[in-house]
């Protein structure tokens, strides 16, 4: 008798705590997207998240936001459908330093708390060094 009141037990818990409707799951490790180190002449500063809607219902993703104006998201207002993936693109204007910026993006995601997910961007951006070509020139061995 005890082992059919906890097998019910389990069952309804399982039942309760399994949740129906959209889930989104984030392809990259931590939801962080590492730019590593980079010049402004070399890189776009266009990365792109990929999710998955692993739920059973349509994934609505209602807002991406930025937490500064240097780093503007973008993204798609169609649902995503149960299985399906989407993307959310995120432009750095590259500028000189350390990147550590913050994307939320709200959806109706049940596997979240609120439907939000914080998204990160990290890496440096540095000045390629210009060379002087007068100064070469008087460095040259001839000239010694």
Wanted: glycine fraction near 6%; charged fraction near 30%; include cysteine.
């Amino acid at each position: 008798m005890k082992k059919m009141i906890l097998i019910s037990t389990l069952l309804f818990n399982a039942m309760v705590f399994a949740q129906d409707g959209p889930k989104i799951e984030f392809k990259d490790k931590d939801n962080t997207i590492d730019y590593g180190k980079v010049t402004k002449e070399e890189d776009s500063g266009l990365r792109v998240f990929e999710f998955t809607n692993t739920g059973n219902q349509p994934l609505l993703i209602k807002d991406v936001k930025s937490s500064c104006g240097c780093t503007v998201p973008s993204f798609s207002k169609e649902p995503i459908m149960p299985g399906k993936t989407g993307k959310i693109e995120v432009k750095y204007n590259m500028n000189p330093g350390p990147i550590r910026k913050t994307i939320t993006v709200e959806s109706n995601a049940v596997n979240v708390d609120e439907g939000r997910v914080a998204l990160k961007i990290k890496g440096e951006v540095y000045v390629k060094p210009v060379e002087n070509l007068l100064e070469k020139k008087t460095k040259s061995p001839m000239m010694q």
